[in-house]
């Protein structure tokens, strides 16, 4: 049974740092590429970063360049994304999801796999 698991999210003000973890299990991680969504309400699902299984390609979306990193620890089974500079735009439910394969995509449906996600919230 796969399982994605976030952590990490809550409150912080505008220019602050959160660090966003995602556990999974129940499949062969290493082949697997992992990605990171957000979805603030009333608005559409939004790629956020992407790490290949390989680890050696990320693809990130045009608002975050620059101040989010994705990584993951093959060793746990997990993979991080470090939020920093944060902005009141930023604020949204970010998900943890999972593809099999070695290319980054940036669209939703693509990923099979869903973590319940975890809150974000960034105050002015």
């Known amino acids: 049974q796969v399982q994605l698991v976030e952590s990490g999210g809550g409150l912080v003000q505008a220019g602050g740092s959160l660090s966003l973890s995602c556990a999974a299990s129940g499949y062969t991680f290493s082949r697997y590429t992992m990605g990171w969504f957000r979805q603030a309400p009333g608005k559409e699902r939004e790629f956020v970063a992407g790490?290949?299984?390989?680890?050696?390609?990320?693809v990130y979306g045009d608002s975050v360049k620059g101040r989010f990193t994705i990584s993951r620890d093959s060793a746990k089974n997990t993979v991080a994304l470090q939020m920093n500079s944060l902005k009141p735009e930023d604020t949204a439910v970010y998900y943890c999801?999972?593809?099999?394969?070695?290319?980054?995509?940036?669209?939703?449906?693509?990923?099979?796999?869903w973590g319940q996600g975890t809150q974000v919230t960034v105050s002015s």
């Open positions: 790490l290949s299984w390989s680890g050696g390609s990320t």
């Open positions: 999801a999972a593809r099999y394969g070695r290319v980054v995509t940036t669209t939703a449906p693509e990923y099979s796999y």
